[in-house]
DNA sequence: AAGTGTGAAAAGTTTCACAGCG
DNA sequence: CGCTGTGAAACTTTTCACACTT
């Protein structure tokens, strides 16, 4: 793998302009410039080129991008060819929200199961993906090789969690609770810090 | 202001070091290092000094940071001396689980009051934070003065929204629509892109 | 002519190493 | 002596400018 020297915030755009290729397949367009595709997803023209040119020459001087092969040829880079299971693990207040949330499916990830503590709680009641008792967390990981999961446990139990995860042998976890999660070096958190956002914002208000 | 040349992922930093501070208020420790406080933050020492360094002299050679004194002037420097008071649009499936959330209070920002097209929902019951009808968000907005929003509605609908926001005076948005928003200089978006982060998550997954 | 691909410059950020202070 | 503050070096990422292809 030679994903060594790419910038960590490439890959982030790579997923914007995924999202835009589909738009403009959605209105038959078949081809479209950096300038274009640029101007839609917020960035410079020439970052566009630069990130799409760690991957390959996809474009046509004279002519733009294919809308279509293009989109495709980000789909694989980013592991999205086939749909990747995800289990969600706490089903609190913000977790079930998230179980609701229809932005995952959209974006083709299936959210295949729920765990937690207590799974017959009024809040989980709502929600068609089921919802299983913590304890059962281990073996389906490991039966259905899940390798994405997203943590809303509270604070205090998320690093027992991850690590139950992690030995299941999970590879990516998107993690809601305001902690540092220790974690071996081949897996990847991603850290969503609600209080945290809200917080950088308000440094720039006057 | 001379907040030019500071980093912006400095500011982020800043808030990781603040909540550090505070648990270790919270044990009674009057004095930390660097290193200890890097440590607990996850960065590098020689990182911690040179972000604190961007806002003054607050350590004592050969001892430390004063533990108190120091929350304090990132407190201030975070423009977080006084409670902040928040609004969020669209109390739906996500915009209701947030007005739930304790993790704003816990950092002391205060969820004022939401809006929404249809504010009697049922969802909406469950908050004991008035849900107020969507029309009524410019006048609140403007009559008590509110600096930063919440932002929950449909994309389709959010970037008409943000419009009437910045109008009526806001200018910090955490936004959890996966759009582009346009927004004047002043204005401060936050983009929370829940999808995104999960997608960023598969690439790095073999 | 239009628009990509890319080396090189610029800008931004992190790390180092050590002088200097308590 | 211990630990901060900081200039300079190293590294990363973005932007520019233009050669090159269709």
Do not use: W
């Not at 790579?14 to 997803?41: F, M």
């Not at 977790?95 to 959210?111: I, P, T």
């Not at 690590?163 to 993690?175: C, D, K, S």
């Amino acid at each position: 793998m030679d994903k060594i020297d790419i910038p960590k915030k490439a890959i982030y755009r790579l997923s914007i302009y995924y999202r835009c290729l589909q738009r403009l397949k959605e209105n038959d367009v078949e081809t479209v410039s950096s300038d274009a595709l640029a101007r839609a997803a917020g960035v410079k023209p020439s970052q566009l080129r630069k990130d799409l040119a760690y991957f390959g020459q996809f474009g046509t001087r004279g002519l733009g991008y294919p809308v279509e092969a293009l989109g495709t040829t980000i789909r694989e880079t980013l592991g999205r060819e086939r749909l990747q299971p995800v289990v969600l693990i706490g089903a609190g207040n913000l977790g079930s929200a998230l179980l609701r949330y229809q932005g995952f499916q959209k974006e083709g990830f299936e959210v295949v199961a729920a765990f937690d503590a207590n799974p017959d709680s009024a809040r989980t009641r709502v929600v068609t993906i089921p919802v299983f008792p913590e304890a059962e967390l281990d073996t389906f990981i490991r039966d259905q090789t899940i390798k994405l999961a997203i943590l809303c446990v509270p604070a205090e139990f998320a690093q027992a969690v991850v690590n139950r995860l992690v030995a299941a042998g999970v590879q990516g976890i998107l993690n809601f609770s305001p902690l540092l999660l220790e974690v071996p070096a081949d897996v990847t958190v991603n850290n969503v810090d609600l209080a945290l956002e809200l917080e950088h914002l308000s440094y720039f208000i006057r």
